[in-house]
């Protein structure tokens, strides 16, 4: 089991740039792809992005292509979103999830964190 913890939400302009951070404490975490989605208010919850294992596979949702980047840092236990050119459209609850596989797919992930709130004024 294991346990992702997210942070680095908060409120930013149009145009500017926020990294999100997860830490996720227990088993070893190099055995699972991470994955960042998203949920904004009465809507359901959508991929963002995913990394593999070893960091060297990802896969991004079209909206996060070319302005979004996913890493991880396992000997700290970290997996990191950079998001560049935030928009109004980009406000939502950010969560990190902790599964087996890649997959765009919420049933893909066993494990999720509480969030991390992200809202962008135009």
């Known amino acids: 089991q294991v346990q992702p913890v997210e942070s680095g939400g908060g409120l930013v302009q149009a145009g500017d740039s926020l990294r999100l951070s997860c830490t996720a404490s227990?088993?070893?975490?190099?055995?699972?792809?991470m994955a960042w989605f998203r949920q904004a208010p009465g809507t359901g919850r959508e991929f963002v992005a995913a990394i593999s294992r070893s960091g060297d596979a990802t896969d991004f949702a079209n909206f996060a292509k070319g302005r979004f980047t996913i890493s991880r840092d396992n000997t700290k236990n970290m997996v990191y979103l950079q998001m560049n050119g935030l928009n109004p459209e980009d406000t939502a609850k950010y969560y990190c999830?902790?599964?087996?596989?890649?997959?765009?797919?919420?049933?893909?992930?066993?494990?999720w964190g509480q969030g991390t709130q992200v809202a962008v004024s135009s």
């Open positions: 227990g088993r070893r975490f190099d055995i699972f792809t």
């Open positions: 999830a902790a599964g087996g596989r890649i997959s765009r797919d919420i049933s893909g992930y066993l494990y």
